[in-house]
């Protein structure tokens, strides 16, 4: 069990750049979440997707952010014109549904210079 | 709204003696399970502990926790703290029907020598 699969680890971009987020979830779990760490506002919400289909996006900046889950095996984040404080870590984590326990992926350390 | 509450933002102890962190909750939802998360530097939040069940005594690792929600409480406690304990502490409601976690803003817990 390779556990949830964050690709890349640490992305850099300038400004007004778009940052596109990859997570690969666990085999078998339906359930995928994606989160935004920082040191002021800890852990935040953004969306998640059950079966693929997009639930809650309530967490999520309309304007700039997107989230796709194409098939069961992978989920984006995308973020176009980027902003200095969107600079954080973004988790994915995943789990077999419910209030199952939601095992979060290593994170990608975005900077937004 | 739903919330958790975690009064400590950092906690410092010696080794081997107790530590206990604090967990409160708002919520209208009637089912809810709880959990602990244990981040290390530079690592991905990874489940502690999990409890559903009201007045139950969950315990992994040698912390404990028990959901009481007579007082909307979910206390950490360990009786010796060691070294390695040093870490980010996040408590975190799941709300009924899978939906995203709600979490505390987290306490950091330093433990010395």
Known sequence: NAGVIQTPRHKVTGKGQEATLWCEPISGHSAVFWYRQTIVQGLEFLTYFRNQAPIDDSGMPKERFSAQMPNQSHSTLKIQSTQPQDSAVYL????????DTQYFGPGTRLLVL | GD??????GLVTVTEG????LNCTYQTTYLTIAFFWYVQ?????PQVL???STDNKRTEHQGFHATLHKSSSSFHLQKSS???SDSALYYCALSPQGGRALIFGTGTTVSVSP
């Open chain 2, 3 to 8: 919330s958790v509450t975690q009064t400590e």
């Open chain 1, 92 to 99: 994915c984590a995943s789990s077999l549904g419910g209030q």
């Open chain 2, 49 to 51: 502990l999990k409890s």
């Open chain 2, 40 to 44: 290390y530097l530079n690592e991905a």
């Open chain 2, 17 to 20: 003696l107790p530590v206990k």
């Open chain 2, 81 to 83: 703290a060691q070294l």
